[in-house]
């Protein structure tokens, strides 16, 4: 990546975070928004940057209802930088809570994200998460079929 190119895409990348901080500190769908639009723009310059779609993913997720996009940009975060265990989190969230769930996609994506992360409160989340999937896939008709 040129210089501008780096330039270009750190500038919307900062404006992107300062975007989501303001959608946090006022809950304006449209601060989100322009949020994502920030990120998209990094993008354009930064490609294979894959904390920007890890970003842009959580956004959609969380603010903007919209799991679809998200699991396309976690999944996409996830094939740049395996490591990134935030983005196995989330999308076993999306996976998860989405309309159709995916409770088979979600223990495998919780299953990753323990595999590789260290935070103690997130962790403790994600093992909740799990037992609770792997009780309801234990009832008769369980949820997760395998």
């Given at each position: 990546?040129?210089?501008?190119?780096?330039?270009?895409?750190?500038?919307?990348t900062?404006?992107?975070?300062?975007?989501?901080?303001?959608?946090?500190?006022?809950?304006?769908?449209?601060?989100?928004?322009?949020?994502?639009?920030?990120?998209?723009?990094?993008?354009a310059?930064?490609?294979?940057?894959?904390?920007?779609?890890?970003?842009?993913?959580?956004?959609?997720?969380?603010?903007?209802?919209?799991?679809?996009?998200?699991?396309?940009?976690?999944?996409?975060?996830?094939?740049?930088?395996?490591?990134?265990?935030?983005?196995?989190?989330?999308?076993?969230?999306?996976r998860?809570?989405?309309?159709?769930?995916?409770?088979?996609?979600?223990?495998?994506?919780?299953?990753?994200?323990?595999d590789?992360?260290?935070?103690?409160?997130?962790?403790?989340?994600?093992?909740?998460?799990?037992?609770?999937?792997?009780?309801?896939?234990?009832?008769?008709?369980?949820?997760?079929?395998?």
């Open positions: 990546m040129g210089l501008w190119a780096y330039l270009a895409a750190t500038t919307w900062y404006f992107g975070l300062l975007f989501r901080a303001f959608g946090n500190r006022f809950g304006r769908i449209a601060t989100y928004e322009r949020a994502v639009a920030c990120f998209s723009r990094a993008l310059h930064a490609p294979q940057d894959a904390s920007l779609y890890y970003y842009r993913g959580t956004l959609y997720w969380r603010e903007l209802s919209d799991p679809k996009q998200a699991e396309a940009d976690l999944t996409r975060a996830i094939e740049l930088n395996p490591a990134l265990s935030r983005a196995y989190l989330n999308r076993g969230f999306v998860r809570y989405a309309l159709p769930a995916n409770p088979s996609g979600a223990m495998e994506d919780l299953h990753a994200y323990l590789r992360a260290d935070d103690p409160y997130w962790r403790a989340v994600a093992m909740e998460e799990l037992r609770q999937l792997e009780e309801e896939s234990a009832q008769p008709g369980g949820a997760v079929s395998e």
